[in-house]
């Protein structure tokens, strides 16, 4: 009897714990995560213009990586950034919006440089959009 | 003189007509904010999105605005994750759209500093349902840039978005939405 008491009160603190731990799970740690996909800015808003559903089955939801020439950087009030990245089309650009942790290198990239970003990729509007993105090619 | 008269006349004219055309602008954003509150008896669900589409005619009031469901942000992960794959269907149903007019936008005059009340209507789309919604927002314009906000209640069964009876008391079944935009011009 004491025994199956004893089972059942470690099973309910592992379940309070996992559950403890479930609710306060962290937001994926992008910086560690291998990404899906990587390629060329070019390269992803080419593929939404061509065919958006399947880009979408491609990348919607998944941790990419991104290389391209920055056309704009712009930084927020709360430490976090955004840069655009050059595309084919005069119009369209990816936009990588990054994690406060990255403010300090993003200060320090203009217009016409090179660079590489890892984030979650949440679809196309007017521009292909990067969530939580960490640079990638950092010195 | 005549002729004169006639070409003076039609300069007249066309610039007149320029300048009726010149007031019609277009405004856009890219990085509007969108954000929803959920008050329920057991929890206090909040989330924005800072990466909103938005155009604006401000000649014929039309109006629209486009998100991407996944560019939602929560604090908790766990939120987040529930949000995107049980409710909204993100992966099915990736954007929500607005495209509507502002309904007296003859009274609104976005070339000089104020604050404007705006009545909004037009169809919004949420997890592949639309349906007609009316609103009150208000355009606020000061040393020329033009912002608009507006705060308006949606249901969610509206759209068929299925809450578990587990978790009923843990969302709200109606969810208040603030919009913040903050417009640039559009240069054609």
């Given amino acids: 009897m004491k025994k199956i008491l004893l089972a059942g009160l470690v099973l309910a603190v592992a379940g309070i714990g996992i559950g403890y731990y479930m609710w306060n799970k962290p937001h994926q740690n992008i910086a560690k995560t291998k990404p899906a996909h990587t390629l060329a800015a070019t390269s992803l808003v080419d593929a939404y213009q061509a065919d958006e559903a399947a880009a979408n089955d491609k990348f919607l939801g998944q941790v990419i990586e991104v290389s391209g020439e920055v056309t704009k950087v712009s930084m927020n009030a709360d430490g976090t950034s955004q840069v655009m990245l050059k595309s084919n089309d005069l119009l369209a650009s990816v936009t990588g919006n990054l994690q406060e942790s990255e403010a300090s290198y993003v200060e320090s990239l203009k217009a016409g440089d090179q660079v590489t970003i890892k984030g979650e990729c949440t679809g196309m509007l007017m521009d292909v959009i990067l969530e939580r993105c960490v640079i990638s090619n950092k010195e | ?188």
Avoid at chain 2, 28 to 44: C, M
């Fill in chain 2, 1 to 188: 003189m005549k002729k004169v008269s006639k070409i003076f006349l039609g300069l007249v004219v066309a610039i007149a007509l320029c300048s009726v055309s010149a007031e019609a602008q277009k405004y856009f954003t890219r990085d509007g904010v969108i954000s929803f509150h959920s008050d329920a008896p057991l929890e206090k669900i909040e989330a924005i999105n800072k990466s909103v589409t938005s155009v604006l005619d401000s000649e014929s009031g039309a109006m629209e605005f486009a998100v991407l469901i996944k560019s939602f942000h929560f604090e908790k992960a766990l939120m987040e994750e529930h949000f995107n794959e049980n409710y909204m269907e993100s992966g099915k149903y990736p954007k929500a759209t607005f495209k509507g007019k502002v309904k007296n936008m003859s009274d609104i005059d976005l070339s000089v500093d104020g604050e404007y009340s705006a009545q909004v209507s037009g169809d919004l789309t949420i997890h592949g349902v639309t349906k007609a919604v009316e609103t009150i927002g208000t355009f606020k314009v000061a040393n020329g840039a033009v912002s608009a906000m507006s705060k308006f209640e949606v249901a969610v069964a509206d759209y068929e978005i299925k809450i578990p009876k587990v978790v009923k008391d843990n969302i709200a079944e109606i969810v208040e939405i603030s919009v913040a935009i903050d417009f640039k011009l559009l240069e054609q």
